[in-house]
């Protein structure tokens, strides 16, 4: 069975072979083009969209592999500065002992004792070729620890742009879904199948009661303004007959107070 898959499996990756570039493998690849495009727009935008959601969240998981890589190269970076800075201090000693041995070792010294160990000019010089392999070695992976410091300094730069870029994705997604909320209520008010029309035809006809009764008002206002003022020098004649009633009749209190 198992042979039977593989064998099918190679002849659809030979077929695949055969047709790319011929006039049968670009009709497929135009069908195919079409297809995927008319896949594509029937997706709706929030589906869309809470697909990218997700394909960000899986690139945030797979970040996770990333940090783990800078996290092991910075850690063998502070390793390699431990052992860098052990080697400078072993050839700080050894430079030391060789200078005190070759200062000590004079033109008729065959040999000096120094920390208790015999020194010939032999073993100065062997020493000497020793210090000089173990400062070209520190020199060489000196250089390798820059290296590698730059690269770690690269890497993290990384690290901090994926992330920006993630939270400006992040934002730009929840932009896009609140247009398309915005849109799809825009949609449902031109959509909708209950008529308002009675409840704006009163609206309209109460302005225009209103309208009537502020031309009402106005129009008092603007008479008020015009009407001629009350002469009020002018007695009539009722007037006086009510005077002279008041003046018989009542009198003033002096007078009723001498009468009686």
Do not use: C
Request: no cysteine.
């Amino acid at each position: 069975m198992f042979k039977k898959v593989l064998i099918a499996t190679l002849a659809v990756v030979f077929g695949l072979a055969v047709v790319k570039g011929t006039w049968l493998g670009s009709h497929l690849r135009l069908k195919y083009n079409r297809a995927r495009a008319w896949v594509q727009d029937r997706v709706p935008p929030e589906q869309e969209i809470a697909r990218l959601r997700m394909e960000l969240e899986n690139l945030a998981k797979d970040d996770e592999k990333f940090f783990d890589k800078v996290a092991r190269m910075a850690v063998d970076v502070e390793r390699r500065e431990v052992e860098l800075a052990r080697m400078r201090t072993n050839l700080g000693k050894q430079e030391s002992r060789i200078r005190k041995i070759k200062s000590e070792l004079g033109e008729n010294v065959e040999h000096v004792v120094f920390e208790g160990s015999h020194y010939t000019r032999a073993d100065l010089r062997n020493s000497a070729i020793a210090f000089k392999n173990a400062e070209d070695s520190l020199k060489s992976k000196e250089a390798n620890l820059e290296a590698r410091k730059r690269h770690l300094a690269l890497e993290r730069k990384k690290l901090g742009e994926l992330s920006n870029k993630r939270g400006e994705m992040a934002t730009e997604l929840q932009k896009l879904e609140t247009a398309l909320a915005e849109e799809r209520q825009a949609q449902a008010a031109s959509e909708s199948t209950i008529d308002d029309s009675g409840y704006r035809k009163i609206r309209k006809d109460m302005d225009s009661v209103r309208d009537k009764i502020n031309l009402l008002k106005k129009k008092r206002e603007l008479k008020g303004e015009f009407l001629p003022p009350a002469d009020t020098s002018k007695v009539t004649e009722q007037d006086a007959k009510a005077d002279k009633y008041l003046e018989t009749r009542f009198g003033s209190k002096k007078e009723v107070v001498s009468e009686k």
